[in-house]
């Protein structure tokens, strides 16, 4: 059992999607194990706390830190600019964090804590529109 979510962002951040996954879950009460993988280079998957904004935000300005723009006077070892400053630095930043992530799934429900919820973290400046490929494989009992 398979599923493509597509998500709009709004540019850089977290985009929260666990409530269609759940959704889409409850509709097959099966138990197995949930993997979904983003189908893109310069953005992420990250099972992160959905109660505080302040978490996200600071996630946020930690990556930007992190890896700046390539406009920026540090990053002028890169080369590969042909899609704008914020282009080759999104790509760092998804070879450091998950591209798919596995959740167990119990009775049709993620086995999630009271906390989690499942994020896409786009990297690039501008809105952008990602799909996430979810893959139910059904447990063997």
Same mark, same amino acid.
């Given at each position: 059992m398979h599923r493509i979510f597509a998500?709009?962002?709004r540019g850089p951040g977290l985009t929260e999607f666990t409530a269609p996954v759940a959704e889409w879950l409850c509709a097959r009460p099966r138990t197995g194990v949930l993997t979904l993988m983003v189908r893109h280079t310069s953005a992420s998957?990250?099972?992160q706390e959905n109660a505080d904004p302040? !978490?996200?935000?600071?996630?946020?300005a930690f990556f930007a830190r992190l890896v700046p723009p390539a406009d920026d006077p540090a990053m002028g070892w890169i080369?590969? @600019?042909?899609?704008?400053?914020?282009d080759m630095p999104a790509h760092i930043k998804a070879a450091l964090l998950p591209i798919s992530l596995q959740i167990p !799934?119990?009775?049709? @429900?993620?086995?999630?804590?009271?906390?989690?919820?499942i994020y896409l973290f786009e990297h690039r400046r501008a809105p952008m529109r990602r799909e996430v490929l979810a893959m139910l494989v059904?447990?063997?009992?």
């Open positions: 998500l709009q962002t998957l990250l099972i302040d !978490v996200q935000a600071d996630l946020q080369t590969h @600019r042909d899609e704008g400053p914020d !799934v119990i009775d049709g @429900r993620m086995g999630l804590g009271t906390w989690q919820g059904p447990a063997a009992d």
